[in-house]
């Protein structure tokens, strides 16, 4: 979790974590100062306190939990997508893996694949909660089907485990982050890729899109007129304003009409 101040530059730095961290930064403690805005992932317990110190101050997005979806054409490794799913389920109980493949074949090789390898994971109570409680594997017609499913779905992590992704590319609309071909996998978008991993989740990346520059941010409207400008917009907004039956905003756009 990180937390930023109107100031430039970073100058302090606090190692605290979990929902109590969200508290004493939205707030303010003896040790700790009050912040602008407060970013990045956390657990069930951080997301319902950014949820709730939201407005007092800025928060990025209420993520989780996680998720991982997979297109595959069939012919990628049955292991490496049992394990690709794997990766966000054993995140947590409510994460949500889900594969989709126009194979039907494929899809029963990849479940033979969780039942083999589900057995020595480290995280096998986890992982088997979220497969049995949110986990899918959904058979598609085709390709094109496979990508309206996803764009429905608007998944944390998209992975295109097939041959061309770039192919497939345009006629993705909604994804927080998307890993091209059969050797991408998510965990490296986790660890090193290089992309912002605080992601859009629960079907938010149809309209949010990953942590970024862009979060740290602020823009303000700068509005000048000149004289004559004053006195033709002025023209406008008092006919609008007497409209709406709103006089004083009416006369202060008037008081600026050249007689």
Known sequence: MFAAAAITGVDQVFSVGGAQAVAAL???????????????????YVA???SMVFGTVGIDMIAGPSEILV???????????????????????????ILISPDAEFLDKVQASIERLLVNMERKNIIE??????????????????????????P???????????SMLPKIRHAGAIF????????????C????????????????????????????????CSEDGASELGKIASVMARGEGLIAHARSAEYRIKK
């Open 26 to 44: 939205a707030y303010g403690t003896e040790s700790v100062p009050q912040v602008d805005k407060i970013v990045g992932p956390g657990n069930i």
């Open 193 to 224: 890729a290089g992309p912002n991993h605080v992601l859009p989740t629960s079907r938010t990346a149809r309209f949010s899109s990953a942590l970024g520059v862009y979060d740290f941010q602020k823009r303000s409207s700068l509005i000048m």
């Open 156 to 166: 944390e992590h998209l992975e295109l485990s097939i041959d061309d992704p770039q």
């Open 48 to 50: 319902t306190a950014k």
């Open 129 to 154: 909660a979220s497969l049995n409680d949110r986990a899918a594997l959904i058979h598609v017609n085709d390709m094109d089907e496979a990508i309206e499913v996803s764009n429905y779905i608007a």
């Open 71 to 97: 297109i595959c054409d069939g012919k990628t490794d049955p292991d490496w997508i049992a394990m690709d799913l794997f990766s966000q389920a054993e995140h947590d109980a409510d994460a949500q893996p």
């Open 180 to 191: 091209m071909g059969r050797y991408t996998a998510e965990a490296v978008g986790d660890y």
